[in-house]
């Protein structure tokens, strides 16, 4: 498959299934739109591994055959892989470090199984490698030939993103076992795993999400600090972060039943705010 074909089914995939970031591609350079397409397709496939398995054995071969095309142990034709293929393109293109896609890999891990998140410092390390090195990767694609670091602005990104997505699913989760509240904060509020296995909703629930809400909020209140001097130019891949504050307050909107579906933004909602917050003035006030 050509690479052109490819990065086009990369965008095709991101606009049936992962909106926020296709449309950030849309904002980003021409050129620069096929490898993200390419990063964000692979991030769906690896998020995606639990949803395509019946068992966590099945999803450890299939997370293991991208660890083999990332190594170059891929066996066949690896290049035409419509998600592989583009990606493999744009690691040597930009010069990006697969190891940074190993680690996300393997931090996915923890989602083929339902164990509990032990702790905050768990989580964020989760997040760290998930969404956060997504970032970072993307403005490596963005500041080509300078890799622009931003360390402190992607950690903090990523993690009040990645609260944000965990928080949008916490019904879908809960209802397979999955656990994604660190382990403290539910002993904190006195919640047990039963309660959210079975999905009863008691003030102590409402409590520790309203805690996760907060943790939220104060990671994206220091990206925001951190992305003031960011260049115009890397600020597409941010744009994300523009739609935390509007899902948290619609989940704080329906919080007597937080099993019930978040609201989502519709995409033309969506998209107008992303065009919004494109407007170099305006853009960090966007983000609130």
Sequence with gaps: ???????????????????????????????ARPALAALYAFNLEIVRTRELVSEPMIG????????????????????????????????????????????????RVFDLYDDPMPSLNDLEAYCGETSSALLQLSLFILSR???????????HAGVALSITALLRAFAWHSARGQIYIPQEILHRHKVTI???RQRRSTPSILEALAEMRSIARHHLNRAREEIKPLP????????T????????????????????????????????R???????????KCIR
């Design 1 to 31: 498959m050509p690479h052109e074909t490819g990065a086009e089914f990369c965008l095709d995939v991101l606009k049936q299934a992962d909106p926020e970031r296709y449309y950030t591609c849309l904002f980003a350079p021409a050129e």
């Design 60 to 107: 450890e071969i299939r997370l293991q055959w991208w660890r083999d095309v990332l190594s170059g142990k891929g066996e066949g034709d690896v290049a035409s892989h419509p998600v592989a293929g583009p990606l493999l393109k744009a690691l040597a293109d930009y010069h990006l470090p697969p190891q940074t896609l190993l680690n996300l890999i393997d931090a």
């Design 145 to 155: 030939g300078e890799y622009y670091s931003a360390p402190d602005l992607c950690g």
């Design 194 to 196: 039963e309660d959210l």
């Design 232 to 239: 115009y130019g890397l600020f597409p891949i941010f744009l």
């Design 241 to 272: 972060l523009t739609n935390i504050e509007p899902i948290l307050r619609s989940m704080e909107k329906k919080e007597s039943d937080p099993f019930a579906t978040v609201i989502e933004p519709s995409r033309l909602c969506l998209l107008f």
């Design 274 to 284: 992303f065009w919004r917050a494109s407007k170099t003035k305006i853009f960090v």
